[in-house]
């Protein structure tokens, strides 16, 4: 069982900066894949972005709608979403992810989730 803590979101305007960071509660010895959901008012929860290992496979996945704005990293199995030029359509709440393999990224392929953390932004 991995519980996923959650950190950063916030309310800012069209254009400004925020940092979401999630890491397991507990130390964990795998090598999670691991990945950022948003679910917008309405809309289905979809991949923001993520990143499948930490080592030297790693791999990164971004939505048409992040790249160019967002960026991820992790270290170990802390994962960090640095979001950049918001919009309002960026606007909703933004789950952590995690899983011990990775298959993709779709929200069927992510067994641990967090809690969930708000992002507002307003034009």
């Known amino acids: 069982q991995v519980q996923l803590v959650e950190s950063g979101g916030g309310s800012v305007q069209t254009g400004g900066s925020l940092r979401l960071s999630c890491a397991p509660a507990?130390?964990?010895?795998?090598?999670?894949?691991m990945a950022w959901f948003r679910q917008g008012p309405g809309k289905e929860r979809e991949a923001v972005a993520g990143v499948n290992s930490a080592n030297s496979n790693r791999r990164l996945y971004y939505a048409d709608s992040a790249k160019g704005r967002f960026t991820v990293s992790k270290v170990e199995n802390t994962l960090t979403l640095q979001m950049t030029d918001l919009k309002p359509e960026d606007t909703g709440i933004y789950y952590c992810a995690a899983e011990v393999t990775c298959y993709g990224f779709g929200p069927d392929d992510f067994g641990y989730w967090g809690q969930g953390t708000q992002v507002t932004v307003s034009s």
């Open positions: 507990a130390e964990s010895y795998n090598d999670l894949c």
